[in-house]
């Protein structure tokens, strides 16, 4: 799977196109969250990094909060394409489909850390932001699809409770916690091909 790391370089002033600015900052704010956390995040550190003035994440955001909400959106958006994209190389039978899914979720936890603590435990984006709730919502209609597939396999009803969304949801995001805190020490010490594996192992159990 291909990760956009946001250590990317980030494209300086001259190097813009006019209306590209926006992009040019949300890929700084990115670096500038990787490398700072929720809690030291600037709007003066992001325009420093996209080699603009103070002023001008100004024009496309409203203040820092503004900023930090569009970037959630944006790795809403990556997270459901980590998911996709372990999807395609998984078998099409619902339950490999729910456990390559899974697999994505902690593929895009472990390498976006900070982006993922953003978008799942912070309270600085707003949710009520129109951009915000649509990925989020596009996320969460995922995970209902995903869960509806593997459910229909086993079951006469058209569609899954809420308490079988709230567990497959609870468990791909308990271990993506659980890697991310460095608590799962055993699985951090294999090999990415043998974690992967374990992991799968897990989940699977864990979702039939």
């Known amino acids: 799977m291909t990760v956009h790391r946001p250590s990317r370089p980030v494209r300086r002033v001259g190097s813009y196109h006019h209306g590209d600015l926006r992009a040019v900052l949300l890929q700084a704010g990115?670096?500038?969250?990787?490398?700072?956390?929720?809690?030291?995040?600037?709007?003066?550190?992001?325009?420093?990094?996209?080699?603009?003035?103070?002023?001008?994440?100004?024009?496309?955001?409203?203040?820092?909060?503004?900023?930090?909400t569009a970037l959630a959106a944006v790795g809403f958006r990556r997270f459901v394409q980590s998911q996709e994209a372990r999807q395609k190389r998984a078998e099409t039978d619902a339950l490999s489909q729910l456990v390559a899914a899974g697999l994505g979720y902690i593929d895009f936890a472990m390498a976006n850390p900070a982006l993922f603590r953003l978008m799942f435990s912070s309270d600085r984006p707003d949710r009520e932001s129109e951009e915000l709730h649509a990925a989020a919502a596009a996320a969460h209609r995922k995970l209902i699809e995903d869960v509806a597939r593997l459910h229909e396999a086993h079951s006469s009803r058209s569609e899954p409770d809420q308490a079988e969304v709230m567990r497959t949801w609870a468990i791909a995001h308990g271990f993506a916690d659980l890697m991310n805190s460095k608590r799962l020490k055993p699985l951090l010490a294999m090999r990415k091909a043998d974690r992967d594996a374990m992991l799968a192992d897990m989940l699977r159990r864990s979702l039939d």
Do not use: Y
Not at 54 to 66: I, L, Q, S, T
């Open 30 to 68: 990115e670096a500038e969250l990787a490398a700072r956390g929720i809690e030291g995040f600037s709007l003066r550190g992001v325009a420093k990094r996209a080699g603009v003035s103070h002023a001008a994440p100004a024009h496309h955001f409203r203040d820092v909060n503004g900023l930090l």
